[in-house]
């Protein structure tokens, strides 16, 4: 039962700190998602602008030179203004035309956006925070990882060291109430012992190696306080009680189990009801209670007494 209870506590808190890992991990995806959107848009805006200012020096540069080759035909004009310069005049229309065609595409162009520059280093200066809110993730997610792994180990070594040591005590007792047989407990998964269960093989006396669900009521009883036993063993307890454990034990085993208690009684205080006076005849001290008339009736027995009924029976 304690093994479970240790086993569900340091589950819940895995499942905790897994929980703020996924948390973590989700809010590390926004911000990741926030700064690719921000980092294509500035490359629109970079590229816009590169654009336009490429396109208006375009503009600017065939006008001016279109502006040149203009004063430099007008100035040859002038002086071969007596002379046929019908071909003349048509190129300088042509370069005016050119030259309208040039102003209206700069017109077209539309306003030119003069805060784009600062619009980017805006933008820039959010990415840079976001990406430093991104590496304090990262260090924070390593930092739980690291923690978690760490109760990972932690809680696999207390557990091996509470299950092999129980499995210890358990061979022992099992013997000892069963002389000849053998008591065991084995993972389903020693790999991983938090993915399966744990399962209990026992041998009787004379028989082949059973599970649980084969043995008889006496056996299954002499499993269990051994099973009991070898954990209290592990953790002890102050006090015990005991309700008619014995009950589908034969003669010998129920002797057995009052010695055993017998002993254990050294280092712990033991109430046992029972209906088998060889088991009685171990206690301390021993409570009788019978039923008379309808009316329960309680009284001491002294153990010389019961075991001078033991004897003559």
């Known amino acids: 039962e304690k093994l479970k209870v240790l086993k569900e506590k340091t589950s819940q808190e895995i499942k905790e700190m897994e929980g703020n890992v996924y948390s973590l991990f989700k809010e590390r995806g926004k911000f990741e998602k926030e700064i690719s959107e921000l980092k294509a848009y500035l490359g629109r805006l970079k590229l816009q602008e590169e654009e336009l200012k490429e396109k208006i020096y375009d503009r600017e540069k065939e006008i001016i030179s279109l502006e040149d080759k203009l ?10 203004k007596d002379l046929e310069i019908g071909e003349v005049k048509e190129s300088v229309i042509k370069l005016r035309e050119e030259i ?3 102003k209206r595409e700069i017109k077209l162009i539309g306003n030119v956006n003069f805060r784009a520059q600062e619009d980017y280093e805006q933008e820039l200066s959010r990415f840079n925070e976001y990406k430093e809110k991104q590496i304090k993730l ?31 005590n358990l061979k022992r007792i099992f013997s000892f ?5 053998r008591a065991e407990m084995f993972l389903d998964n020693e790999e991983d012992p938090f993915s399966g269960g744990v399962q209990l093989t026992v041998k009787p006396r004379g028989k082949d190696v059973q599970y649980l669900e084969a043995m008889s009521g006496g056996e299954k009883t002499l499993a269990a306080l051994s099973l009991i036993f070898a954990i209290q063993e592990y953790k002890p307890s102050p006090f015990y009680y005991f309700d008619e454990v014995d ?6 085993n129920a002797r057995k189990v009052g010695e055993l208690i017998r002993q254990k009684s050294k280092e712990a205080q033991f109430i046992v009801v029972t209906l088998r006076e060889v088991v009685a005849s171990f206690a301390d001290r021993i409570i009788g209670v019978s039923a008379r008339g309808g009316i329960s009736e309680v009284f001491a027995l002294e153990n010389k007494a019961l075991e001078e009924l033991i004897k003559r029976d």
Not at 177 to 181: E, F, H, I, M
């Open 177 to 181: 109430l069963s002389p000849g047989g």
């Open 247 to 252: 009950a589908h034990l034969d003669e010998v």
């Open 71 to 80: 004063s430099a035909i007008e100035e040859k004009l002038s002086e071969y």
């Open 138 to 168: 990262k260090e924070e997610s390593k930092a739980i990882k690291n923690l978690i792994e760490e109760i990972e180990a932690k809680k696999r070594k207390v557990f091996l060291e509470a299950f092999n040591t129980i499995n210890k």
């Open 100 to 102: 309208n065609k040039a």
